[in-house]
């Protein structure tokens, strides 16, 4: 029995451990998993089925209790962000660029590549046709750093 109740222990503290210390699925988490497996064995081997079914469906419903509480308490909304990303990975070219520019394929554009516009080097999309390099092409729409571009017959 105290066997039974260590690796119950041990169990419930890998799996914190694995929650608040060291988040992701390593060592404390298969360690604790290992545990509560081990658990079950001897329950089986020392009481019998019934325990050890017993012992799964109340371990199963202290788990639900215990991500019940945790998830609706403030302890994961403290160690999450909150701060919404507001800003672009565009560059001041990509963000100078407008709708009805032209310019030149510097790449093949298979849907996206880079092309000059303005005498800019920008990152661009092709509206959906593949463009070889050198092709002359005319921005259709500006979404912040996404850059629309078609094949034009100038």
Known sequence: MTVIIILAAFTLILGLIEIFITPGFGLAGIGSIICALADVVLIYTDYGFGWACGAVVIGLAV???????????????????????????????????????????????????????????????SSGEFINPGTPVRVVSVSEATIIVEKTNE
């Open 63 to 125: 788990l639900g209790i215990m991500l019940y509480i945790v998830a609706h308490s403030r302890t994961f909304d403290r160690m999450s962000l909150h701060t919404a990303i507001t800003s672009t990975n565009a560059t001041t070219d990509q963000l100078s660029v407008k709708p009805g520019d032209s310019g030149k394929a510097l790449t093949r554009l298979a849907l996206v590549g880079n092309a000059t516009i303005g005498g800019k080097q920008v990152e661009v999309k």
